[in-house]
């Protein structure tokens, strides 16, 4: 089978699909919805441009079937490839303006958690498959992350996930109490690149064994999972997957400028008992007592990691894979 990921020019993504040895192509893309008005000639310009260039990467792959998620950069693809079969994957529980308007085209649609359901009118479309993650993430066994990351079997271990591009707020409140942290638990942090300059002189002054700083971890990134006790983090979609593949309890720092989608995602973890919920705005005043917290009480961390372990779903890779097998035999055009 071949595959080909089309994704925005300049998009971050085109590294991470390279490095996965997946041919990429990149179209022009911009949104059109809340842009000024001066913005707004050139975004539809360049959305006109994008479905241009969709068509002719369409004529020459000839996809049997199309697969989407994510947001504006979608569209183009969508508005060309409006006779091809088509599934749309919504990642995190509230979709998008993006995502309502590329499930206008979709076939079928799936989605992370039940909670996503009300969200779509159409629900025979649906298909509830759970977050998918990638191969051989879940492959370390505790033991082994441990001594891949140079950590301690015993001590507690604590992750910090800034994301690809860094979570300021996040990782500004743990360098303000990494001794007293430091005293409880080991830590991972992952800060980004953004922030990397600040983590790296701090990890250089404190020179402290249970400290370990990276800007950003690939493969390694499934030994910091099954390593770590607690993780802290924004609450984006992975979360929805990664935690509950690894049964992973967590403090959830919504990201305050997304709209309110991070917000939903950390409710459905509260709600179900997995995690916690902390303000962005509060977080410098309440991330060491609520860390201290749930340290000292380990019936309550694995009362949450119970919780959040109900939530896995480890086949959800497969069973959007079987939705697009389902799709390819019914191309509708020839190119």
Do not use: C
């Amino acid at each position: 089978m071949e595959t080909l990921w089309v994704g925005g020019e300049g998009g971050m993504e085109a590294r991470l699909v390279e490095r996965a040895n997946v041919p990429f192509k990149a179209i022009p893309a911009a949104g059109v919805h809340g842009v000024g008005l001066r913005q707004l000639p050139g975004n539809l310009v360049k959305l006109a441009r994008g479905v241009a260039a969709s068509r002719r990467i369409l004529r020459e792959f000839q996809p049997d079937v199309l697969f989407f998620t994510g947001g504006y950069v979608a569209v183009p693809m969508a508005l060309a490839g409006r006779k091809v079969p088509t599934t749309l994957y919504v990642p995190d529980i509230e979709p998008g303006l993006a995502l309502k308007t590329l499930a206008r085209f979709a076939d079928r649609i799936a989605v992370t958690a039940e909670d996503s359901v009300p969200f779509f009118k159409r629900r025979s479309r649906l298909a509830i498959t759970g977050y998918p993650t990638r191969p051989g993430l879940a492959k370390w066994s505790h033991l082994e992350a441990r001594r891949t990351l140079n950590l301690d079997a015993d001590a507690p271990v604590l992750l910090v996930v800034g994301g690809s591009k860094g979570a300021r707020s996040i990782n500004n409140a743990v360098l303000a109490h990494l001794p007293e942290l430091l005293e409880m638990t080991q830590i991972v942090h992952i800060s980004g690149e953004l922030d990397w300059p600040e983590v790296e002189a701090k990890a250089k002054e404190l020179k402290a064994p249970r400290y370990h700083a990276y800007p950003y971890l690939h493969e390694e990134m499934g030994a910091a999972l099954a390593a770590a006790d607690l993780a802290i983090s924004r609450s984006g979609a992975s979360t929805l997957g990664e935690y509950p593949l690894f049964g992973l309890p967590s403090i959830l720092v919504p990201y305050p400028y997304a709209w309110r989608y991070q917000k939903v995602n950390a409710n459905y973890l509260v709600r179900n008992g997995a995690a916690i919920m902390l303000e962005d705005v509060r977080l410098a005043e309440e991330l060491l007592p609520t860390v201290k917290g749930l340290l000292r009480e380990p019936a309550r961390l694995e009362s949450m990691r119970r919780a959040v372990k109900t939530l896995a779903r480890p086949q959800a890779a497969s069973e959007i894979g079987r939705l697009l097998a389902e799709l390819a035999g019914k191309r509708k055009q020839t190119w």
